[in-house]
């Protein structure tokens, strides 16, 4: 049961990251001929059926401990694990939450300028381009001028979790 809980909220967050990204067209989810399914900002071909997709926003639980913190507590600081910020964190720092070609990137490209944002970083940073790899470091804790990625809060337990599936 653990395993499905994980594997939805790595799901939602991996959406979550998504969804913003084509927030300005449709999404539409197409079958082929062949029963093939693909997700497209286009209209599905003519050759193919599908529906437009309408996605709802996903709003995690607050445990009774964070509701009786969160007056001091922003939400990228929810949880007790180290936050580690793009723009200042060393090499082995960010090793602690991408993999080490990804750490190298990070700092090539940081010392040509400092990120901005998280647009920015999944633009200049090759290994983070991927929805996935961004949301799992924002997961893990990196954060860009103290901002997770939307969608994806750091989280100890499912950092964890994910860390031990890559092994």
């Known amino acids: 049961m653990e395993e499905k809980s994980g594997l939805a909220k790595s799901f939602i967050a991996i959406t979550l990251v998504i969804v913003p990204l084509c927030s300005h067209a449709g999404l539409y989810k197409c079958v082929d001929g062949s029963g093939r399914v693909s997700f497209q900002e286009q209209e599905c071909p003519g050759t193919s059926s ?3 997709i309408t996605l709802k926003s996903y ?4 445990s009774a401990k964070t ?6 507590q922003t939400p990228d600081n929810q949880t007790d ?4 910020e793009i723009n200042t964190a060393s090499e082995a720092d960010l090793q602690s ?5 990804i750490a190298k990137q990070i700092i090539a490209e940081r010392e ?3 990120f901005r944002n998280w647009a920015d970083v999944v633009h200049r940073v090759v290994g983070l381009s991927a929805a996935q ?3 799992i470091a924002s997961i893990s804790g990196l954060t860009v001028n103290g901002k ?3 969608g994806a809060p750091p989280d100890a337990a499912l950092a964890a979790t994910i860390k031990s599936r890559r092994r």
């Not at 709003?59 to 607050?62: G, H, L, N, Q, S």
């Not at 939450?97 to 070609?101: D, E, L, Q, R, T």
Request: charged share 25%; aromatic share 0%.
């Open 50 to 52: 599908g529906s437009e």
């Open 59 to 62: 709003k995690p639980a607050v």
């Open 67 to 72: 509701k009786a913190t969160s007056d001091t």
């Open 81 to 84: 694990m180290p936050l580690v």
């Open 97 to 101: 939450v991408v993999h080490a070609n």
């Open 112 to 114: 040509k300028d400092h």
């Open 133 to 135: 790899t961004a949301v």
């Open 148 to 150: 997770s990625l939307d």
